[in-house]
Nanobody
Framework: QVQLVESGGGLVQPGGSLRLSCAAS????????MGWYRQAPGKQRELVAT???????NYSDSLKGRFTISRDNAVNTVYLQMNSLKPEDTAVYYC??????????WGQGTQVTVSS
């Protein structure tokens, strides 16, 4: 059974930064793609970024350049560094384990609020 626990969310002012972490437990996680998604109130969940086991990354075009995904396979953790945050980045951010393009496990989510 895979468990994903996100942390690092919170309230930040516009222009600020946050680093989200997702600690994963379970077998063979290092071989899977992991990702971050987000869901704003009243909107559908959307892709933020994914990172394959070998480190290849994929980003939402609208977020490329401000957000950076990384992973440390030694500790089964994936990170999301978010810079130059905007109010429209306010959402619940979810960690995922993916098989190909399909999400097979979700974390419980962590709230990010960008507001002055």
């Amino acid at each position: 059974q895979v468990q994903l626990v996100e942390s690092g969310g919170g309230l930040v002012q516009p222009g600020g930064s946050l680093r989200l972490s997702c600690a994963a437990s379970g077998p063979f996680l290092s071989i899977y793609t992991m990702g971050w998604y987000r869901q704003a109130p009243g909107k559908q969940r959307e892709l933020v970024a994914t990172i394959a086991s070998g480190g290849r990354t994929n980003y939402s075009d609208s977020l490329k350049g401000r957000f950076t995904i990384s992973r440390d396979n030694a500790v089964n953790t994936v990170y999301l560094q978010m810079n130059s945050l905007k109010p429209e980045d306010t959402a619940v951010y979810y960690c995922s384990v993916n098989r190909g393009s399909r999400v097979i496990y979700w974390g419980q989510g962590t709230q990010v609020t960008v507001s002055s």
